[in-house]
């Protein structure tokens, strides 16, 4: 139980281009879900926690007009980056968590090259 | 932000030694998990910790949750080569809400 998927697995865009990244989980319904940002040989970095139905909260430097997530069914997240540059090129991936528990169960990463 | 101080870096062991590596933190944390991230892919979850003290095991893997609520450790013990990959510690404060905070991760290297 309690399996996150995520789609697509790897995407290469052109620079100035809109990418969307979906989030599932697939056996459990998640109230919250959290989009992370990993750069080669670093750890996790919070970008926002999504509550399904309402707006997500952004950490503090992700720019939310650029990082564009909804969170609009209990079982399902997207994160859309806006623009993209090659700078925005990192492995983004989501965890989720079950009603009343604490555990975040992270999905398998979507890899993003922008040229 | 809170952070959380993971050690060592890196190490490389022989297939059948012990490992144990730590995670400490300068704030009270209300929860300690440990997972493991293997290359191109998604962290994935070894033990959750709940309570002060609380010691779990799952196979040959060992967490502790530290009676300061301050620091965790993970131990594997008799390692194999698919034990290699990097190990992060996560935790929660009980002001954070669900957010978790990542420790900068262990690379584990076992040579057969």
């Known amino acids: 139980g309690a399996v996150v998927s995520q789609h697509p697995s790897w995407v290469i865009c052109k620079s100035g281009t809109s990418v969307k990244i979906e989030c599932r989980s697939l056996?459990?319904?998640?109230?919250?879900m959290f989009w992370y940002r990993q750069f080669p040989k670093q750890s996790l970095m919070l970008m926002a926690t999504?509550?399904?139905?309402?707006?997500?909260?952004?950490e503090q430097g992700v720019e939310k007009d650029k990082f564009l997530i909804n969170h609009a069914s209990l079982t399902l997240s997207t994160l859309t980056v806006t623009s993209a540059h090659p700078e925005d090129s990192s492995f983004y991936i989501c965890?989720?968590?079950?009603?009343?528990?604490?555990?975040?169960?992270f999905g398998p990463g979507t890899r993003l090259l922008v040229l | 932000g809170q952070q959380l101080n993971q050690s060592p870096q890196s190490m490389f062991i022989q297939e059948g030694e012990d490992v144990s590596m730590n995670c400490t933190s300068s704030s009270i944390f209300n929860t300690w998990l440990w997972y493991k991230q293997d290359p191109g892919e998604g962290p994935v979850l070894l033990i959750a910790?709940?309570?002060?003290?609380e010691l779990t095991s799952n196979g040959r893997l060992t967490a502790q949750f530290g009676i300061t609520r301050k620091d965790s450790f993970l131990n594997i013990s008799a390692s194999i080569p698919s034990d290699v990959g990097i190990y992060f510690c996560a935790g929660r404060e009980e002001t954070s809400g669900s957010r978790l905070t990542f420790g900068e991760g262990t690379q584990l290297t076992v040579n057969p």
């Open positions: 965890s989720a968590t079950l009603l009343g528990q604490e555990t975040q169960y």
């Open positions: 056996d459990f319904q998640a109230t919250t």
């Open positions: 910790l709940y309570k002060a003290g």
């Open positions: 999504s509550n399904e139905g309402s707006k997500a909260t952004y």
